[in-house]
């Protein structure tokens, strides 16, 4: 993640770019800057010295329009990176008197944009669990605490799983964006399923 000066995307809008083993986007956020973030395999980015921008440049660019958006960008700010060991949902109770939240409980696929919003909600989650059961022992704790998780965010990791497994195909990716784009209802039912709750 980084962000650029001198992108070519029209404001308001957020690019997703597909590309062999990854995905990323890039919009305007403010002064001028460029938000862009992408996922590289480790094994690909270890090949190219770890080099954020010779990733950019050498991955994300077979995108044609990855490369016409942002050939000419300047890399404004330093860049970040996290590994990402697994997405999807993890161990919510991974020890007796232990509950996981956020990234720790599942990790969303950043194409959502709904990283934080998971967050939140499932510091929520837990915490109506635990004054609903101050005074009871933790296993009925962690059983309410399970079964509301699940009922917020099992539907929308599915989801997240299906478009990811698409994005990591470049052509059942092609082919999901060209049919997305042929129907906006479909694709902002889409959307707020990585987003609602039922």
């Given at each position: ?39 590289a395999s480790a094994e690909e980015t270890k090949n190219l010295g770890s ?128 049919l997305l784009s042929l129907n906006r209802g479909i694709s902002q039912r ?9």
């Amino acid at each position: 993640k980084t962000h650029l000066l001198g992108a070519q995307i029209p404001s308001g809008a957020c690019e997703i770019y597909v590309y062999r083993g990854g995905y990323g986007g890039c919009n305007r956020v403010e002064n001028d800057l460029y938000n862009l973030c992408f996922i590289a395999s480790a094994e690909e980015t270890k090949n190219l010295g770890s080099d954020a921008e010779r990733v950019m440049r050498e991955i994300v660019f077979t995108n044609k329009q990855a490369r016409d958006a942002m050939e000419n960008a300047v890399v404004a700010k330093p860049w970040l990176a996290v590994p990402i060991e697994r997405f999807g949902r993890g161990e919510l109770v991974p020890a007796d008197g232990l509950i996981s939240v956020g990234d720790a409980a599942a990790f969303i696929d950043p194409f959502t944009g709904s990283g934080m919003l998971l967050a939140l909600e499932s510091s929520k989650i837990a915490r109506d669990a635990i004054v609903r059961t101050i005074n009871g022992n933790f296993s009925t704790l962690a059983a309410q605490y399970k079964r509301e998780y699940s009922t917020a965010f099992d539907s929308r990791l599915r989801v997240c799983s299906i478009l990811r497994y698409s994005a990591f195909a470049p052509l059942l990716a092609e082919t999901t964006i060209a049919l997305l784009s042929l129907n906006r209802g479909i694709s902002q039912r889409i959307a707020r399923a990585t987003r609602s709750v039922p």
